[in-house]
């Protein structure tokens, strides 16, 4: 079992954590995965459609059976339509997510949202700016309400692009206008992705997945960056902070509370609660040496990186936290959330609360938040959580005796900015002087098609030492936390030129910059060097890598980096091997419509060769030195 376990993660908590809950006989994500194999080929390629019920249909990828579904449609027709919509389900995700945030802005604009308030007038101020509202003499109030219903209006269909589109190079603005990519409006370019991919209407693969572009890019420019916007107004600006990360961050002696999802609206609240002295003193009395409250997967990462709070785990560990059976409580609220975890909780006493009226989950108590009840709710469910420490089974509790890592976290683009000291100019002249070669945002998810996080730590090693900055979001940067890499230490593993800049500054070598919807943070940092060196993103030596993404939310990201003119690398192949015309759309075509192609590579010692090879092409391209490769 325990060479099982190896195949699974490369995580040392994540090891001791799969052989407790193989003797605890509870299942995980990996068993799961074995017991679906083999998976369907026909889905695996994206052969297969289910759009109408005159199918379902499939297309046989060797020639010998039907070639067209009922209605006609061909390999390529499928591929793109299936790609699509895969796509438009990741925007409608990170864009509903942006938009639950404007909604509570407008509730704080309304003095009906108690458990809120502005926490950032300057960056209110800035982004009302953008949005062309008169800012002089208005108070803070009034000015959210007025940007909030501003927003609101980008994910209508009334304006012809989206606001924050403006934050993009002219060039690059003028690539989008010239390809017919320029996101008009969020929910319009979802809502016609669905459209077009109804039986029927759109059955030309090239545009479908023009559209299907436009569409991640309405996300990226538009929900996601308001989510990113809104977040920052409301519960602050990330800055520079120390934390911690793996299982060892929880504590055998205090009330652990584990929140998880995305959204900082609910787990903010929960924080705030936790501080509370009477709840403080409540778990003092039940014999509790304090609360513990720690984060999972992306509203974690929202949390360390405002709060500087500890980091229990990435996606695949989800499972594995609660199996230390040390969790009395997991506040749960959207996006990839396991609907398996409830199972897990129930081999312990650990109580599964689901808070969001658009995601509950089997064998969750739910307890539904809204602005105007948040802290209430927040307050009630760390009493609960309290009040089940004494629960706890003894038995059952095995924290796995890892040290906590330490992380920095907290570096939003300001927070970069503001390092440089003020102004972009110093990582470009470092850039320029090929101290530093490049830059790479590795992102997204774990996935059990990969072993748990080798992925990320092999492509990361690999870059760093070849003197590129990385920037991490999402379940990434758990996985670099936890290896160490966001530490002034880890400056010993970066190439010469990279731990000079780092040092100078005092930053690691691999920067956290947020949660999944924070890869919009990335764009506005390549806009911002692209703008100072007066050339298009896609000029820069700069690329973006998910090495084992999952998500539909994941491949809208990848679009969007591409889209905007980031060569991007995928680990898993996404389902579209069915039609090598999408294949070569994808990883060729695009280089001559948007000036990026995404590069699919499994094994990440190949992908970081790619990517090295990318960025010093990219600088020999701007005259810069070059390094063979
Ligand atoms: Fe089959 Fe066409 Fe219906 Fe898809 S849309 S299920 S290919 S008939
Ligand atoms: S949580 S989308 S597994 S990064 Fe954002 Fe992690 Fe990917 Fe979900």
């Given at each position: 079992m325990d060479a099982l376990h190896d195949n699974y993660t490369v995580t040392e908590d994540g090891r001791a954590l799969l052989k407790k809950a193989d003797n605890d006989q509870v299942e995980t994500v990996w068993d799961r995965h074995q017991a679906q194999q083999p998976h369907c080929g026909y889905c695996e390629t994206g052969l297969s459609c289910r759009n109408c019920i005159m199918g379902p249909c499939r297309v046989d990828p060797f020639g010998e059976g039907p070639q067209q579904g009922v209605c006609g449609a061909d390999a390529d027709i499928i591929v793109a339509r299936n790609l699509a919509r895969m796509i438009a389900a990741g925007a409608a995700s990170h864009s509903d997510h942006g938009r639950d945030l404007v909604e509570v802005l407008l509730k704080v604009a309304e003095g009906k949202a108690a458990g809120y308030s502005i926490k950032d007038p300057a960056k209110l101020h800035s982004v009302a700016a953008e949005y062309g509202?008169?800012?002089?003499?208005?108070?803070d109030l009034t000015l959210a309400g007025e940007l909030a219903h501003a927003m609101q209006e980008d994910y209508g269909t009334r304006k012809s692009s989206v606001t924050l589109l403006a934050r993009a190079p002219e060039k690059r603005r003028a690539i989008w206008e010239k390809v017919g990519m320029?996101?008009?409006?969020i929910d319009r370019e979802t809502s016609e992705a669905m459209h077009r991919t109804h039986m029927g209407v759109d059955n030309d693969w090239v545009s479908i997945l023009v559209h299907a572009m436009r569409n991640a890019l309405s996300d990226g420019w538009g929900g996601s960056m308001i989510a990113t916007e809104v977040s920052d107004i409301l519960f602050g600006i990330p800055q520079p902070n120390k934390s911690t990360a793996n299982i060892g961050v929880l504590q055998d002696d205090k009330v652990n509370i584990v929140v998880h999802g995305h959204n900082p609206v609910v787990s903010e609240t929960v924080v705030a609660a936790c501080n509370a002295p009477e709840l403080l003193k409540q778990a003092e009395e039940n014999g509790a040496g304090g609360i513990n409250l720690v984060g999972v997967c992306c509203t974690g990462n929202e949390l360390m990186m405002r709060h500087g709070l500890p980091m229990a785990g990435n996606h695949l560990m989800t499972e594995l936290v609660l199996v230390t059976g040390a969790v009395e409580m997991m506040i749960v609220d959207y996006q990839c959330i396991m609907p398996s975890i409830s199972q897990t909780a129930a081999c312990y006493h650990t109580k599964m609360i689901s808070t969001s009226e658009k995601a509950k989950f089997p064998g969750m108590e739910h307890h539904e938040f809204t602005p105007e009840n948040a802290y209430q709710k927040a307050e009630g469910l760390v009493k609960a959580a309290v009040e089940n420490f004494s629960r706890r089974n003894q038995n059952r509790v095995a924290i796995p005796a890892v040290r906590p890592q330490e992380v920095v976290s907290g570096l939003s683009v300001e927070a970069i900015i503001g390092a440089l000291g003020g102004t972009p100019d110093p990582l470009i002249d470092a850039i320029k002087a090929g101290k530093i070669r490049g830059a790479v945002g590795v992102v997204g998810c774990n996935n059990p098609k990969i072993k748990h996080d080798y992925g990320h730590r092999e492509l990361t090693s690999q870059l760093i030492a070849n003197d590129i900055l990385v920037l991490d979001t999402g379940c990434v940067s758990v996985a670099h936390a936890k290896a160490g890499f966001k530490t002034l230490d880890a400056l010993e593993q970066a190439g010469p030129g990279l731990k000079e800049i780092c040092t100078a500054l005092g930053i690691p070598p691999v920067l956290h910059v947020g949660s999944c919807v924070d890869n919009v943070r990335i764009l506005v940092l390549v806009s911002a060097l692209a703008n100072t060196l007066g050339c298009d993103i896609s000029d820069l030596p700069v690329a973006g890598s998910a090495p084992e993404w999952y998500s539909e939310k994941a491949a809208t990201i990848g679009c969007y980096f591409v889209a905007s003119g980031v060569l991007t690398h995928l680990g898993p192949m996404p389902p579209v091997t069915g039609s090598m015309n999408v294949v070569n759309l994808l990883t060729k075509g695009l280089e001559d419509v948007v000036g990026a192609t995404f590069a699919i590579e499994p094994d990440p010692q190949k992908a970081s060769r790619i990517i090295i090879r990318h960025i010093e092409n990219k600088r020999k391209a701007l005259g810069l030195d070059s390094r063979d490769v």
């Open positions: 509202l008169a800012v002089d003499g208005k108070d320029t996101p008009r409006g």
